[in-house]
Nanobody, 126 residues
Framework: QVQLAESGGGLVQAGGSLRLSCAAS?????????MGWFRQAAGQEREFVAA??????YYADSVKGRFAISRDNAKSTFYLQMNSLKPEDTAVYYC????????????????????WGQGTQVTVSS
C-alpha cells in the first residue's frame, strides 16, 4: 500500500495561488496509480476535487479552469496547482492513491482509492 505525504497548504488571499504536493512511497509501479485530491470543509462532506488516471484528467465543476492536477513519475509526486482561489475553496485537502489497472471505480469516487494522506489546510481569506 502506498504511503502519501502532503505539503503546500496555507493561508492565501482570494485570487491568489497555492500548489499542493503529494509524495508517494512504498508502492510499485507508482506511475500506474490513480491519484486524486479531495477536500473537506468544516461541517461538510468530503468532496472530489481532481484526479488523474493513466493520463486522463478529471475535475469537479467548481474547480475547472482554476485548478490543475499533474504528476511527476520520476519523483513519485503529484500536484494540485490552485489558481484564482476563492473563500469557498477553504478546506482540508487530502491526496489519495488507488490502483490504476483493474480499478472499476470512477476516479471521482472515494471508493477508487485505498491510501490517503493526512490532509493539509488551505484557507482563503476574502
Amino acid at each position: 500500500q502506498v504511503q502519501l505525504a502532503e505539503s503546500g497548504g496555507g493561508l492565501v488571499q482570494a485570487g491568489g495561488s497555492l500548489r499542493l504536493s503529494c509524495a508517494a512511497s512504498g508502492g510499485t509501479f507508482i506511475n500506474m496509480y490513480t491519484m486524486g485530491w479531495f477536500r473537506q470543509a468544516a461541517g461538510q462532506e468530503r468532496e472530489f476535487v481532481a484526479a488523474i488516471r493513466r493520463g486522463n484528467l478529471y475535475y469537479a465543476d467548481s474547480v475547472k479552469g482554476r485548478f490543475a492536477i499533474s504528476r511527476d513519475n520520476a519523483k513519485s509526486t503529484f500536484y494540485l496547482q490552485m489558481n484564482s482561489l476563492k473563500p469557498e475553496d477553504t478546506a482540508v485537502y487530502y491526496c489519495a492513491a488507488g490502483p490504476g489497472i483493474g480499478n472499476a471505480h470512477n476516479p471521482v469516487s472515494g471508493r477508487a482509492y485505498n491510501s490517503w494522506g493526512q490532509g493539509t489546510q488551505v484557507t482563503v481569506s476574502s
